[in-house]
């Protein structure tokens, strides 16, 4: 998946905590690698911590963003978005995120008459009765024309 697609999925406000949290910690690994430097060794020792704190933070952020993307895409297929970022949170060794993209519904369509999401196997919507119509792709398998056997 493309970074700009992915960053468009994610709403805004994670975003700007992702930022905020990658400047926070390397903010705090300075300040850390200043408290605990020697007059002689400063800017090696704020340099490493501020580096650590860095990686740190990044990898953070990251973790946030990809809760972003499962509680938005969650959304966008009529899904309980609540609940897939506390499975996706708080599973260990990133299972959470890969049970979440095993189980995950296709994404939901919008009535054509009054606009409220319809999940894809309803006939009719929920919300003004109006019929709903599937997708081209639905369709079973392609079979030859009776006018084609004949000319061949």
Same mark, same amino acid.
């Given at each position: 998946?493309?970074?700009?697609?992915?960053?468009?999925?994610?709403?805004?406000?994670? +975003?700007?905590?992702?930022?905020?949290?990658?400047?926070? &910690?390397?903010?705090?690994?300075?300040?850390?690698?200043?408290?605990?430097?020697?007059?002689?060794?400063?800017?090696?020792?704020?340099?490493?911590?501020?580096? &650590?704190?860095?990686?740190?933070?990044?990898?953070?952020?990251?973790?946030?963003?990809?809760?972003?993307?499962?509680?938005?895409? &969650?959304?966008?297929?009529?899904?309980?978005?609540?609940?897939?970022?506390?499975?996706?949170?708080?599973?260990?060794?990133?299972?959470?995120?890969?049970?979440?993209?095993?189980?995950?519904?296709?994404?939901?369509?919008?009535?054509?008459?009054?606009?409220?999401?319809?999940?894809?196997? +309803?006939?009719?919507?929920?919300?003004?009765?109006?019929?709903?119509?599937?997708?081209?792709?639905?369709?079973?398998?392609?079979?030859?024309?009776?006018?084609?056997?004949?000319?061949?």
């Amino acid at each position: 998946m493309k970074l700009r697609r992915f960053l468009s999925i994610v709403p805004k406000t994670v +975003q700007l905590w992702a930022w905020v949290l990658v400047g926070c &910690a390397l903010l705090i690994g300075l300040v850390v690698g200043y408290k605990t430097a020697d007059q002689g060794a400063m800017l090696r020792t704020m340099t490493t911590y501020g580096s &650590a704190a860095l990686v740190l933070g990044i990898v953070l952020a990251i973790w946030l963003l990809c809760l972003g993307f499962v509680f938005a895409d &969650a959304r966008r297929r009529d899904m309980r978005s609540a609940l897939w970022v506390l499975v996706a949170a708080l599973f260990p060794h990133l299972l959470g995120f890969l049970l979440y993209f095993v189980m995950r519904h296709p994404i939901a369509a919008t009535c054509t008459h009054c606009g409220m999401t319809v999940s894809n196997p +309803q006939r009719f919507c929920s919300w003004c009765g109006t019929a709903q119509f599937q997708p081209n792709s639905a369709k079973g398998p392609l079979t030859a024309n009776p006018s084609q056997g004949a000319s061949q």
